[in-house]
């Protein structure tokens, strides 16, 4: 088994964690866009979120729906879960041994798919640019693995 000093040497494996913390720290910065939001329009999903703003009756007018907040959180769910499948998929992909630059472009690929689509969902831009966005990064995920399963794995 590997150990970490090797690991550390893959430049794949290097290349993935990059741009794995870059698309993590794009989706924290989701949930604190949300809270913003929130607190901000003075929207909440809770009443004891709202406890701050009134009590009783005075309290639950903050209890509603709000379009922008509600366009924000669809954002993060959106990127939950394609974020989360692609440090699985590629997590394995890097550690399979693939050329690098086909490897940093699907890197790459992912990173500007995932951004600009939350660039079209926030402004909000028209379709079809979310949904390009969307299928692009989905594809690079179906490409890595797709390619993983071809020449690594056993089935």
């Known amino acids: 088994m590997a150990d970490l000093t090797e690991l550390m040497k ?21 949930s604190t866009a949300t809270a913003f939001y929130r607190l901000t329009r ?3 999903a809770n009443p004891e979120d709202c406890s701050s703003f009134g009590k009783g009756e005075n309290a639950k007018k903050y ?12 954002a993060h769910l959106n990127d939950l879960e394609n974020i989360v499948p692609f440090l699985g998929i590629g997590l ?3 550690l399979s ?13 992912f990173v500007g798919a995932r951004i600009y ?5 926030l402004t909000p831009l028209p379709q079809p640019n ?6 692009l990064g989905y594809g690079v995920t179906l490409s890595m693995a797709y390619r993983l399963l071809k020449s690594r794995l056993y089935l």
């Open 10 to 30: 893959n430049e794949v494996f290097m290349a993935f964690a990059s741009y794995a913390t870059i698309v993590l720290s794009k989706m924290m910065f989701m």
């Open 42 to 44: 003075k929207v909440f």
């Open 63 to 74: 209890l509603r729906t709000d379009e922008r907040v509600e366009r924000v959180r669809r």
């Open 92 to 94: 394995l992909y890097s």
């Open 97 to 109: 041994g693939p050329d690098l630059s086909t490897a940093i472009l699907h890197f790459r690929l």
């Open 117 to 121: 689509h939350t660039i079209a969902y």
């Open 130 to 135: 979310r949904g390009l966005a969307f299928f």
